[in-house]
């Protein structure tokens, strides 16, 4: 039996950074960073980001893909924690779902950010049952979604970090959060690179 390849995928550089700069990962070509056998791609925010990005790389899925990168949180989760979703669903798909029969923690892939814990109200109101197990991004359900058409990766797995309360909370907050983020980042990267 061969060595598992792994293939981390993250929004954005200042996601990737910790497992970058802790682990010498070697830039492969833009936005692939390659270590023992392990993938950094930088895919992007946002759906189109997401799928201009995979398409690009689908040589570089592998037997596992891990979906790292922050999140929002309406609820009692602290900046920094650790997430990992059971469900992932996009916006669009909440209408056909009925929400006592979903696995919890659920994760909800948006094409518009969440700005405040207002606007995920309005946008989210029949959640309330469930609001302190729901996360917000803008990525994942577009990665398996991809990963899923295009026959691609093996299992997946996802680690989502709390980062704000809201676009506008990220904005002006992001500095004071940033090492807390990066070392829970840091963390999900000593769990996976030691299993």
Known sequence: MGIELKTFLFPTFF??????????FLKKDKNIFVFES??????????????????????????????VGVCFSPSYHRIGD????KTV??????????INNI???LLITVRDPVLNVFDFER??????????????????YWIIDFLLKNKVGGSVKI??????????????NFKER??????????????????
Not at 126 to 132: E, F, H, P, S
Not at 159 to 172: A, H, P, Q, T, Y
């Open 15 to 24: 996601e990737a950074k910790p497992f970058l700069d802790n682990y010498n």
């Open 38 to 67: 392990f993938y950094v791609i930088i895919i992007g925010i946002g759906y189109k980001n997401v799928l201009k990005s995979l398409k690009n790389f689908l040589q570089y899925f592998t037997d596992e893909v891990l979906i």
């Open 82 to 85: 650790i997430v990992e979703p």
């Open 89 to 98: 669903i996009s916006e669009n798909m909440l209408n056909n779902f009925n």
């Open 103 to 105: 696995d919890l923690p």
């Open 123 to 140: 946008r989210f109101s029949y959640l309330k049952a469930i609001r302190d197990s729901v996360v917000v991004d803008m990525e994942t």
């Open 159 to 172: 680690f989502r970090i709390v980062s704000d309360n809201g676009e506008e909370d990220f904005k002006l």
């Open 178 to 195: 940033k090492v807390v983020i990066q070392k829970s980042i840091l963390n999900v990267a000593k769990i996976v690179l030691s299993s």
